[in-house]
């Protein structure tokens, strides 16, 4: 019977997995409601400017003055902001979990997501993912983005492992079959009980 390759390393998302999203369509529309924003036309402006936000050529004070800023407000960027970094919070029992297969198996932990410079700054710190994480394939970070199959190319090439040696954690459909089709064996995340399981399926077992 052949033998199943190891597992050497883990790809996952940031936000949908280790935490809540960096800057939601819930989120968005929180803020229209606490600041008081016509929310189609925020929404209209945010997804316009969302991909160039996220692959890194515009600053989150660009971005804001496209989306937020392009008239007067009774509120300032710095109120806005700190409303936008307050949304993030951390899926504790996922990043043990992740944190408790690195030490057990000896894994690589290789971040992969889409998210803008600013954010993705604060995220990293607030919630100390370098602890774990030894690289972040961040898209404005290599001005790739997600379901481009050239950022998951530049995580196995950080990496240096092959695809069949990776599992790949993501929330997003699209981007589980982008990187299976790589021959990148992912899971679907929904929930941290659920992937677990998934997870113990590919030999990766740890203790609650």
């Not at 280790?18 to 189609?40: M, R, V, Y």
């Not at 036309?41 to 496209?66: C, I, P, S």
Request: hydrophobic fraction near 40%.
């Amino acid at each position: 019977m052949k033998k199943a390759t190891a597992i050497t390393c883990l790809f996952v998302d940031i936000g949908g997995v280790l935490l809540t999203d960096g800057w939601s369509h819930e989120a968005g529309k929180l803020a229209a409601k606490k600041f008081g924003l016509n929310w189609k036309e925020l929404n209209k402006r945010h997804g316009e400017a969302l991909d160039t936000y996220e692959l890194g050529k515009l600053t989150l004070a660009e971005y804001l003055k496209l989306v937020v800023f392009y008239e007067k407000r009774p509120f300032t960027s710095a109120q806005f902001r700190k409303f936008m970094f307050a949304q993030s919070k951390s899926y504790p029992e996922m990043i043990a979990l992740i944190r408790k297969l690195k030490e057990k198996y000896g894994l690589k932990i290789i971040v992969v997501s889409n998210e803008g410079p600013e954010l993705n700054d604060y995220r990293i710190r607030k919630f100390k993912l370098t602890e774990f994480v030894d690289s972040f394939i961040s898209s404005c970070f290599v001005q790739l983005r997600k379901p481009d199959t050239d950022i998951f190319r530049v995580a196995l090439e950080t990496a240096q492992v092959p695809a069949n040696q990776v599992i790949y954690i993501e929330n997003t459909e699209m981007f589980v079959q982008v990187a299976e089709s790589m021959g990148i064996r992912s899971i679907l995340h929904t929930d941290y009980k659920s992937t677990r399981a998934k997870l113990a399926s590919f030999g990766l077992e740890v203790a609650e």
